[in-house]
């Protein structure tokens, strides 16, 4: 089965230092790319954008997959980096979020981590988790939220939720929630306020969380949950770049 087009990963080439960018679930690198080029061309900073496993193909799938192979593909391009990097730093979307945190936990060496609406608490969570445990009758949950706008613009996204997979991003949230008071990496927090996902208490407790790290938190008033593609995304670029100067310096 072939990886389709508009989903590929991307490697966009830069000097001493690097960052991995996670996409989120169901979606594909094409969600981050936009950011992670403005990002490259303004620090000429190295960006790494991977496919998780299962995605980029089909909902049946990712439905073979689960966190654990998700964090292990995520923990194998940081490896990789750190070993052609002095520096190495982690950000993740929605989902990709939640993996660059238990990253940042789990990975030594990591020089921080970047989450962008991750989520932690959501809207209509017992539904999302009702619809997971017919994970035994059903393959997937149809999507009633698509937006065609950003597929126009060059996003690749499944048309539901597998619900194997989707059960297994829920184990995985468990997991950060539990882990999160582990970070010792210092961390920047990005938070849509018009996320049509996410809860903003999501930001708040990443922010009381992780008590033994750094953390700074910036809300995007203006964009929704891809804000990767959204109106906001020199904002995110431009805060991620700051925050890497910042500690590359030893704030």
Sequence with gaps: MRINEQARPFFLEGQSGALLFIHGFTASPSEVLPTA??????????????????????????????????????????FSLQRN?????????SMGGMLALLAGVRIPGLKGVVSINAPLFIDDFFKVRLAAQ???????????????????????????????????????RKIVLKELPAMKSPVLVFQSLQDETVLPRSARYIEEACRNS??????????????????????????????INRWEKGA
């Design 134 to 172: 017919l994970k035994s009758w059903r393959l997937a949950w149809p999507k009633s939220d698509i937006d065609y706008e950003l597929r126009r613009q060059g996003r690749f996204d499944y048309d539901c939720y597998p619900l194997k997979a989707l059960d297994n991003m829920l184990k995985l």
């Design 214 to 243: 750094p953390v700074q938190r910036i809300d995007l008033p203006h964009s929704r949950h891809v804000a990767t593609m959204g109106p906001e995304i020199k904002k995110i670029a431009e805060n991620t770049v700051g925050f």
């Design 37 to 78: 080029q403005l990002i490259n061309e303004t620090a000429g900073l190295a960006v790494q954008g991977i496919l998780l496993p299962g995605h980029g193909l089909s909902p049946e799938e990712l439905n073979r997959f689960g966190w654990k192979d998700w964090l292990g593909a995520v923990q194998e391009a940081c």
């Design 85 to 93: 990097f002095r520096s190495v730093y982690v950000a993740g979307l």
